[in-house]
């Protein structure tokens, strides 16, 4: 089993940053991808940034030059540091890690992001 947990999450203005941190837990040496994810209120949970145990991301046009997935493997977590947000931003975001032989999907129990004035 793979156990994840946001944190980070809140307020912040149009242009402000934020970090969301996601530790991870269990068995972490069979995760060979991790990411975010968010839904806003209304819409379909959609794809932010994933990055492989190799290092290579993928990055949703939405937040490409603006968000970044920095990680400390030593501290077991990995960030999603967002930069120059936009009110479209705000959603609850979701931290992903993929596992396994079978590909099982964690998911952290999400974090609320707002940007607003």
């Known amino acids: 089993q793979v156990q994840l947990v946001e944190s980070g999450g809140g307020l912040v203005q149009p242009g402000g940053s934020l970090r969301l941190s996601c530790a991870r837990s269990g068995s972490i040496l069979s995760i060979y991808v991790m990411g975010w994810y968010r839904q806003a209120p209304g819409k379909q949970r959609e794809f932010v940034e994933t990055?492989?145990?190799?290092?290579?991301?993928n990055v949703a046009d939405t937040v490409k030059g603006r968000f970044t997935i920095p990680r400390d493997n030593a501290k077991n977590t990995l960030y999603l540091q967002m930069n120059s947000l936009k009110p479209e931003d705000t959603a609850v975001y979701y931290c992903?890690?993929?596992?396994?032989?079978?590909?099982?999907?964690?998911w952290g129990q999400g974090t609320q992001v707002t940007v607003s004035s």
């Open positions: 992903n890690a993929v596992w396994g032989p079978n590909s099982i999907n964690s």
């Open positions: 990055i492989t145990v190799g290092g290579i991301t």
